[in-house]
């Protein structure tokens, strides 16, 4: 399967570009530069699987994972690719995507046929779910408009949203959501149920736990009524599975759940899985059950980011109508690092502390909360930390740091102090560029180059670098 891009203008070389060595150099410096204009998170879900394959009379073919690379790339970087593109390959440039298809998965898997009694098929099965009490099992405060997004969970978020949206065009399926507990994959999962609720009425959607999927077999083998408990599983359009790091270990289980998947995926329905690890990571689970985990799309959340966790903190204290001022949320986002879920704990304490005890929402009041709750302020680093760290080395006002002045003494420091911005944090370049003096982009970009040029053979500014660095970590 093959896309083709366009590029933009020349940019001269000192060697051909068909040589497999110079290729390689190339798309290093192809990635040095996409990785200095996105977060990490992105670079390393979007870049790190591209695979450059050769370049061949101005067409650079490259490999990638599924067609949803191919669209996700096109619609969310294509000025990027475009002046990367330009910059280390030249004018005219075609770039080519070649979809890795997996040879072991079967032709029905890929190819839905519709069967011939259809119509009839379709009564069996809304028959046999209203004999069954059908409920989708969602709760209905998870939806999509009360998700925040974030660089860690822009992909997962948008994969979801376009099953949600056409949840009969099984492009990405199954789709797999794994991260670590508490970083809202359950309300994705549950998101998509919720949409499909209200947009399309028609298709029947069921959403479980693994564990109650379990304890349903279980019961259905004591009570003696399997056939149910196979038609609910099987007969709905979309099946919603959490934590299938369940079934590990559970032989049975697995193998009736084996059969599910393989009933659901070749009638062309819809099945979207949880995990707090990826597929390969999981031990004890049947090699059928990965194997056929690894047709679809693995979608990865890692912990929020500092500006994610913020916004978390403002949207989860206004759903709880409490009104939290700016350093009270800021503090929070900066000590309650590893989930959501810890955050809504904190937020909910804090509602009873104001509605209870008749307190006034502070940062002691929520460092007492984080002491009973056993959580440990961190040591967050963040650009202004870091903008004080450098200051104090080079007896700077920080604030100097944000002027326009190109004198040496601040130029130096201002330029090693984004240089470590975007080597510790995961902030863009444009991030960057607002705590220094809203520069832009370009601007950022050229003074991390500088930097890193110059760390190479100045030795006092090596020596800076180093002693700055053991300070913030």
Known sequence: ?????????????????????????NWKKFLRFVKNNVSTHIFRTWFI???????????????????????????????????????????????????????NQPETSRIKIPSSNALAQEQVRINALQKLNYNPNLAPNYTFDNFVVGDSNEFAYSSCLAIAKNPLQTKFNPLIIYGNTGLGKTHLIQAIGNFILVNHPNVQVLYSTSENFANNFIDAIKNNNMNDFMQLYRSVDVLLIDDIQF?????????????????????????????????????????????????????????????????????????????????VIEFIAQNVTSNIREIEGVIISLVAQVAIGNKKPNVDLVREI????????????????????????????????????????????????????K??????????????????????????????????FDERLKSAYEYIIRKLI
């Open 1 to 25: 399967m093959i896309k083709e891009m366009l590029s933009g203008s020349l940019i001269d070389t000192e060697y051909s570009l068909n040589d497999d060595n110079n290729l390689s150099v």
């Open 49 to 103: 699987p591209i695979k450059p394959i050769k370049y061949i009379d101005n067409e650079l073919l490259v490999e990638v994972p599924s067609q949803f690379y191919c669209e996700w790339l096109d619609e969310h970087y294509y000025d990027l690719i475009k002046t990367g593109l330009t910059k280390f390959f030249g004018e005219n440039t075609k770039l080519k995507y070649q979809v890795i298809l997996d040879t």
């Open 247 to 327: 079934f590990q270990n559970k032989g049975k289980i697995q193998d009736h759940f084996f059969h599910t998947f393989n009933t659901l995926h070749q009638a062309g329905k819809q099945i979207v899985l949880t995990s707090d690890k990826a597929p390969k990571e999981l031990k004890d689970l049947d090699e059928r059950l990965i194997s056929r985990f690894q047709w679809g799309v693995l979608a990865y959340i890692e912990p929020p980011e500092l500006e994610t966790r913020i916004a978390i903190t403002k949207k989860k204290s206004e759903n709880e109508g409490l009104e939290l001022p700016v350093d």
């Open 370 to 421: 984080l002491r009973t709750k056993h959580i440990r302020s961190s040591k967050i680093l963040t650009i202004d930390k870091i903008k004080n760290a450098v200051s104090h080395y080079f007896n700077v006002d920080p604030n100097d740091l944000e002027s326009k002045s190109r004198k040496k003494e601040l130029v130096v420091p201002r330029q090693l102090a984004m240089y470590i911005s």
């Open 423 to 456: 080597e510790l944090t995961n902030s863009t370049l444009e991030t960057i560029g607002k705590h220094f003096g809203n520069r832009d982009h370009s601007t950022v970009l050229h003074a991390i180059n500088i930097t890193e040029r110059n760390l190479l």
